[in-house]
C-alpha cells in the first residue's frame, strides 16, 4: 500500500503544487499539510500542480502530526543527518518495503524547507531514512518528495503479487502508542523511575524499543492494562498509607 504523504509547515506554494504533481505521476492521492505556511490553492500551487489540481483540493489541512497519522501503523521519517545514538539512520529500500508491505494505512513525513523535522518530530516515526547524495546534503523539499515515491512507486511495482502482506494480526496504531507512552512515563516519573531532566531521552529509548517490536493491538492492550493496574496498586498503597497516618494521628491525640 503506498502512503500519505505529510508536510510539516512547508512554506513554498510552488513546492507543494510540484509534489502534488509528482504524487499524481505514482499514483499517491493522500496529501496531508501540518501548519502550512503558504497558500495550497494559490494560483503558484496550482500552476505547479498541472493535472494534478484534484490533489490540492483534496489535501487535508491539520494541526498536528498526531491528527495526520490517524489511522497509520506504519511511519517513515526523512532526514538528511542521525540525529539520536538510539536511532539507526537508514538508506531507502528496505524501510520503504517495509512501508508498502503494510495492509493498514501509513505515512511518509517531509520537513519544512527551511529547518526540516525536529528531533521531536522525528519521534512520530518507527524509521528514519536519507536519501545519500553528495557532500551537499540539501535537497528541495519537491525533489526530495519525487525520489521517495518514485523508490516506493518502483519497490511496489516489483513486489511479487503473492507475497505475504505484514502484519497478519492487527498492528498497534502511532497515535495509540504514542499516548500509552505519555502514560507510562507519568507513572515511572511518579515511581522514580524518571525525573524531569531525564524523561524525554529515557523515553525516547522506550519509544526506540517498542517501535522495533511493531506492537499489535492486543499487544499494546496488554501494555495499556499492566500500567492501569500498577496506577491502581499505587493509588490503592497511597490511599492505605493515608488512612493509616490519620489513624495513628487519632490514636496520638487521644492520648
Known amino acids: 500500500m503506498l502512503p500519505r504523504i505529510v ?33 495550497l490553492h494559490s494560483e503558484d500551487a496550482f500552476k505547479m500542480a498541472t493535472h494534478a489540481k484534484e ?33 539507526q539512520l537508514e538508506d531507502l529500500q528496505l524501510p520503504f518495503a517495509w512501508l508498502v508491505q503494510a495492509d493498514a494505512p501509513n505515512a511518509i513525513i517531509f520537513g519544512a524547507e527551511d529547518r526540516g523535522l525536529s528531533n521531536e518530530e522525528l519521534e512520530w516515526a518507527q524509521r528514519w531514512v536519507r536519501i545519500p547524495t553528495g557532500t551537499y546534503q540539501t535537497l528541495n523539499l519537491a525533489q526530495s ?8 512507486f518502483r519497490i511496489q511495482e516489483h513486489s511479487p503479487q503473492n507475497i505475504s502482506k505484514t502484519p497478519t494480526i492487527s498492528a498497534a496504531e502511532i497515535n495509540g502508542i504514542n499516548q500509552f507512552l505519555e502514560r507510562w512515563a507519568d507513572q ?10 531525564t524523561r524525554k531521552e529515557r523515553m525516547a529509548k522506550l519509544r526506540s524499543i517498542l517501535y522495533r517490536s511493531e506492537l499489535s493491538q492486543n499487544d499494546l492492550a496488554l501494555l495499556e492494562g499492566i500500567v492501569s493496574q500498577t496506577n491502581w496498586a499505587l ?17 496520638d491525640t487521644d492520648r
Open 7 to 39: 508536510l510539516v509547515e512547508p512554506k513554498g506554494a510552488l513546492n507543494v503544487g510540484s509534489v502534488a504533481r509528482v504524487m499524481m505521476n505514482f499514483g499517491f492521492n493522500e496529501l496531508f499539510l501540518v501548519n502550512p505556511r503558504c497558500d
Open 188 to 197: 515511572l516519573q511518579q515511581v522514580g523511575f524518571l525525573q524531569s531532566h
Open 145 to 152: 518528495v519525487a525520489i521517495c515515491c518514485y523508490e516506493l
Open 235 to 251: 493509588r490503592t498503597n497511597q490511599s492505605n498509607t493515608t488512612k493509616i497516618l490519620l489513624d495513628q494521628n487519632g490514636q
Open 55 to 87: 490533489i490540492l483540493q483534496k489535501a487535508k489541512i491539520v494541526e498536528s502530526l498526531e491528527t495526520a497519522l490517524q489511522g497509520c501503523t506504519r511511519v517513515i521519517a526523512t532526514t538528511a543527518q542521525q540525529r539520536h545514538r538510539n536511532r
